[in-house]
């Protein structure tokens, strides 16, 4: 739930927008008007930088002797980066686990479990014994289940699942939605909000979550990545229903049980063997202790599990046996690992990271590298594996700490650092575990690349998105400028998932490659224009259409609020003015249309924070009553029908030649009202969908 999630943004990776649960921090939306919080999942923005693990370039590291990836080494290695690292980010405490080789090479804790306070002691981390929360890493265990199935002969990954369920979802195509676009974020489908974390002693109901207010279906299935809890959540149904028991119980049975992680469950809350030993979750290590986190669709993101039992999953997956009986033979194993859509439906997509059955694609230094990452909101975690190394890191931090931001940079940093030193870049390979020959040098062809760059400039925003209700807005946050530089090559502002600008190259036609790094980026054209930007396994960017470009919308309200506001202040002022100039009060014509624009102006101003407060709240995860939203939507009603009686006014103001002030300021009342109802008409506030 990619924020793993906030999104659980970026958003997965555990990207602070994802992230996600990536929902965790998306910004300011409205300038200094309307401000939106933090995501989940699998995406967020918050500010401040990372104390970084090590010292590690994102550019191509140079081949150098692998330190030895052993339990000395990796313990000395984690006791420097770690410690520093969480008390310059405020966070509680972290668990690791590393595997190589056939086995776990360590597992290590650092901070508490428990801060302490009121009298008792804080609480260290003991890997050994202590569970934390892994948001969207729980998707990886809800892929290998659908998997088993898959390799029972008992779901077809191409079939569309309709078959498989007992409840229509709804569609805007006519191509079939199958298990593999599920498992590859691909079934095209928009983010939901509301029910995504529930607070302690929330009831989870998978069926209920599902077929309440699902999400629209925006994108063509298998076209665009457009990570989903949703749709994960639909491929744990699945389990579910094939095989007849509840999900949580499948996965006991069948993962948990078979691979002997006896400290691991998806149940909520936990079992009564297990509940004594989980870790609290803070928002930073100098906060109170919070609330044991209810997902409100387990498969994407309910796990629990200690970080000797993520160290046999780590093994499982790499092909080690762990337990009495494999949890998939090799074929499907290997089948899982791939990337598991290509350019018959992804296009020329299908050049940028891909996602497989479920893991992420985070190739680094010519070695393939699959993961996942997540996000809760107190808890955040990163697996990766090395299938043709056979080695994994798993780590998990029990606080978000400074930001959302700088929390998602230690973990990207620290499985940088990790790549670096055990597994650095060797002779003939690059970025993506492709050979260095075919990426060497970028594409000879000037024109042609001019011309694509061409078609690249623009504004974009996350595929990650929500187009059927008033959360269209939260769009304007995040974004990413895409521009031209003399030389041919593209300047991205910010890089995706990132606070700083990244220049890139192409290296063949339609996929480009950042400057002096690894991250490569992959576009898809349509009539001249590029209609989507892969960037990584289930994200990508899409053109921002010029009406909700942020550079017409945040002005147009921003202008709007701040003159609406002004004229609120000048009505006690201007009658203060009168009263001590002894002048006449105003004559009656024209005082029903005054009194009805006043309203007007007052529900408009109230409606905007009624929206402030809305966003911030749904951004912390927090439900909103359904009278609160139609409360605002009223008055936001109220405060466009406004321009009626504004008008009417100002028509009369210019013919009874009351001066240019007055009439200056009835043109201007008319203007901001226009504007706040285009805004709000533009981004879907006055929508009657109110599921978010």
């Given at each position: 739930?990619?924020?793993?999630?906030?999104?659980?943004?970026?958003?997965?990776?555990?990207?602070?927008?994802?992230?996600?649960?990536?929902?965790?921090?998306?910004?300011?939306?409205?300038?200094?008007v309307?401000?939106?919080?933090?995501?989940?999942v699998?995406?967020g923005?918050?500010a401040g930088?990372a104390?970084?693990p090590?010292p590690?370039?994102?550019g191509?590291?140079?081949?150098?002797?692998?330190?030895?990836?052993?339990?000395?080494?990796?313990?000395?290695?984690?006791?420097?980066?770690?410690?520093?690292?969480?008390?310059?980010?405020?966070?509680?405490g972290?668990?690791?686990?590393?595997?190589?080789?056939?086995?776990?090479?360590?597992?290590r804790?650092?901070g508490?479990?428990?801060?302490?306070?009121?009298g008792?002691e804080?609480?260290?981390?003991?890997?050994?014994r202590?569970?934390?929360?892994?948001g969207?890493?729980s998707?990886?265990?809800?892929?290998?289940?659908?998997?088993q199935?898959?390799?029972d002969?008992?779901?077809?990954?191409?079939?569309?699942?309709?078959?498989?369920?007992?409840?229509?979802?709804?569609r805007?195509f006519?191509?079939p939605?199958?298990?593999?676009h599920?498992?590859?974020?691909?079934?095209?489908?928009?983010?939901?909000?509301?029910?995504?974390?529930?607070?302690?002693?929330?009831?989870?109901?998978?069926?209920?979550?599902?077929?309440?207010?699902?999400?629209?279906?925006?994108?063509?299935?298998g076209?665009?990545?457009?990570?989903?809890?949703?749709?994960?959540s639909?491929?744990?149904?699945i389990?579910?229903?094939?095989?007849?028991?509840?999900?949580?119980?499948?996965?006991?049975?069948?993962?948990?049980?078979?691979?002997?992680?006896?400290?691991?469950?998806?149940?909520?809350?936990?079992?009564?063997?297990?509940?004594?030993?989980?870790s609290?979750?803070?928002d930073?290590?100098?906060?109170?202790a919070?609330y044991?986190?209810?997902?409100?669709?387990?498969p994407a993101?309910?796990?629990?599990?200690?970080?000797?039992?993520?160290?046999?999953?780590?093994?499982?997956h790499?092909?080690?046996?762990?337990?009495?009986?494999?949890?998939?033979?090799e074929?499907t194993?290997?089948?899982?690992?791939?990337?598991?859509?290509?350019?018959?439906?992804?296009?020329?997509?299908?050049?940028?990271?891909?996602?497989t059955?479920?893991?992420?694609?985070?190739?680094?230094?010519?070695?393939r590298?699959i993961?996942?990452g997540?996000d809760?909101?107190?808890?955040?975690?990163h697996?990766?594996?090395?299938?043709d190394e056979?080695?994994?890191?798993?780590i998990?931090?029990?606080?978000?700490?400074?930001?959302?931001?700088?929390?998602?940079?230690?973990?990207?940093n620290?499985?940088?650092?990790?790549?670096?030193?055990y597994f650095?870049?060797?002779?003939?390979?690059?970025?993506?575990?492709?050979?260095a020959?075919?990426l060497?040098?970028?594409?000879?062809d000037?024109?042609?690349?001019?011309?694509?760059?061409?078609?690249a400039a623009?504004?974009y925003?996350s595929?990650?998105?929500?187009e059927?209700?008033?959360?269209?807005v939260?769009?304007l946050?995040?974004?990413?400028?895409v521009s031209?530089r003399?030389?041919?090559?593209?300047l991205?502002?910010?890089?995706?998932?990132?606070d700083?600008?990244?220049?890139y190259?192409?290296i063949?036609?339609?996929v480009w490659r950042?400057?002096g790094g690894?991250?490569t980026?992959?576009?898809?054209?349509?009539?001249?224009?590029?209609?989507?930007?892969?960037?990584?396994?289930?994200?990508a960017?899409v053109?921002?259409e010029?009406a909700?470009?942020?550079y017409?919308?945040?002005?147009?309200i921003v202008?709007s609020v701040?003159?609406?506001?002004l004229?609120?202040?000048?009505?006690p002022?201007g009658?203060?003015?009168?009263r001590?100039?002894?002048?006449?009060?105003?004559d009656?014509?024209?005082?029903?249309?005054?009194i009805?624009?006043?309203v007007?102006?007052?529900?408009a101003?109230?409606?905007?924070?009624?929206w402030?407060?809305?966003l911030?709240?749904?951004?912390?995860l927090e439900?909103?009553?359904t009278?609160?939203?139609?409360?605002?939507q009223?008055a936001q009603?109220?405060?466009?029908?406004?321009?009626?009686p504004?008008?009417?006014r100002?028509?009369?103001d210019l013919?009874?030649r009351?001066?240019?002030?007055?009439?200056?300021?009835?043109?201007?009342?008319?203007?901001?009202?226009?504007?706040?109802?285009?805004f709000?008409?533009?981004?879907?506030?006055l929508?009657p969908?109110?599921?978010?």
């Amino acid at each position: 739930m990619n924020q793993s999630d906030a999104p659980e943004q970026t958003p997965s990776r555990s990207y602070p927008s994802r992230p996600a649960f990536r929902l965790r921090r998306l910004g300011a939306v409205l300038a200094t008007v309307v401000v939106v919080g933090a995501a989940v999942v699998g995406c967020g923005a918050g500010a401040g930088a990372a104390q970084e693990p090590a010292p590690t370039s994102d550019g191509p590291a140079a081949a150098v002797e692998p330190g030895v990836l052993n339990a000395s080494d990796v313990n000395a290695w984690l006791d420097e980066m770690l410690p520093a690292a969480l008390e310059a980010n405020d966070i509680a405490g972290a668990t690791v686990a590393v595997v190589n080789d056939g086995g776990t090479v360590t597992t290590r804790g650092y901070g508490h479990v428990d801060t302490g306070g009121e009298g008792t002691e804080p609480v260290p981390v003991d890997p050994e014994r202590h569970l934390f929360r892994i948001g969207s890493v729980s998707k990886l265990a809800t892929a290998t289940a659908a998997m088993q199935l898959v390799q029972d002969g008992k779901v077809d990954l191409d079939a569309d699942i309709a078959a498989y369920l007992d409840f229509a979802i709804p569609r805007n195509f006519d191509e079939p939605i199958t298990l593999r676009h599920l498992l590859t974020h691909t079934a095209g489908f928009e983010e939901r909000i509301a029910g995504l974390i529930g607070k302690e002693g929330t009831r989870a109901d998978l069926r209920d979550a599902l077929v309440t207010d699902p999400p629209e279906q925006i994108y063509r299935p298998g076209t665009v990545p457009a990570y989903s809890n949703y749709g994960n959540s639909l491929a744990g149904y699945i389990v579910e229903r094939v095989s007849g028991i509840p999900f949580e119980e499948y996965v006991d049975r069948n993962v948990f049980d078979r691979l002997g992680m006896t400290s691991s469950s998806f149940a909520q809350p936990l079992p009564a063997d297990l509940a004594g030993r989980v870790s609290n979750g803070y928002d930073n290590a100098s906060s109170p202790a919070g609330y044991f986190e209810i997902v409100g669709t387990p498969p994407a993101g309910s796990m629990t599990a200690s970080a000797p039992d993520m160290a046999r999953f780590m093994l499982a997956h790499l092909g080690e046996p762990v337990g009495d009986t494999p949890i998939l033979d090799e074929p499907t194993l290997d089948l899982m690992h791939q990337p598991a859509l290509d350019a018959t439906t992804l296009g020329t997509l299908a050049g940028a990271p891909r996602m497989t059955l479920g893991f992420f694609d985070e190739s680094r230094n010519g070695h393939r590298i699959i993961g996942h990452g997540g996000d809760t909101l107190y808890f955040h975690t990163h697996l990766q594996i090395y299938p043709d190394e056979g080695a994994g890191l798993f780590i998990s931090l029990n606080s978000t700490g400074t930001s959302s931001l700088a929390n998602h940079k230690l973990r990207q940093n620290l499985t940088k650092a990790f790549a670096d030193r055990y597994f650095p870049a060797v002779p003939g390979a690059a970025a993506n575990n492709v050979p260095a020959t075919e990426l060497a040098a970028p594409t000879t062809d000037a024109s042609g690349t001019a011309e694509r760059a061409a078609m690249a400039a623009g504004t974009y925003e996350s595929s990650r998105a929500i187009e059927s209700n008033f959360l269209t807005v939260i769009g304007l946050s995040g974004r990413t400028t895409v521009s031209v530089r003399d030389d041919g090559r593209l300047l991205l502002e910010p890089r995706p998932m990132a606070d700083t600008a990244a220049v890139y190259e192409e290296i063949e036609p339609w996929v480009w490659r950042e400057v002096g790094g690894q991250e490569t980026i992959a576009m898809r054209a349509v009539d001249g224009r590029v209609e989507v930007i892969g960037f990584d396994s289930a994200f990508a960017l899409v053109p921002v259409e010029t009406a909700r470009s942020t550079y017409l919308a945040i002005p147009v309200i921003v202008g709007s609020v701040v003159i609406l506001l002004l004229t609120v202040l000048a009505w006690p002022i201007g009658a203060i003015g009168r009263r001590l100039r002894r002048r006449a009060p105003r004559d009656r014509a024209g005082r029903t249309a005054r009194i009805l624009s006043r309203v007007a102006v007052g529900c408009a101003l109230l409606a905007v924070g009624g929206w402030v407060g809305s966003l911030v709240l749904i951004m912390s995860l927090e439900d909103l009553s359904t009278v609160s939203m139609r409360s605002v939507q009223v008055a936001q009603l109220i405060g466009l029908l406004g321009v009626i009686p504004a008008a009417v006014r100002l028509v009369d103001d210019l013919r009874r030649r009351v001066g240019w002030s007055r009439t200056a300021g009835s043109a201007l009342v008319l203007l901001a009202l226009a504007g706040t109802g285009w805004f709000a008409v533009e981004f879907m506030l006055l929508s009657p969908n109110i599921s978010y």
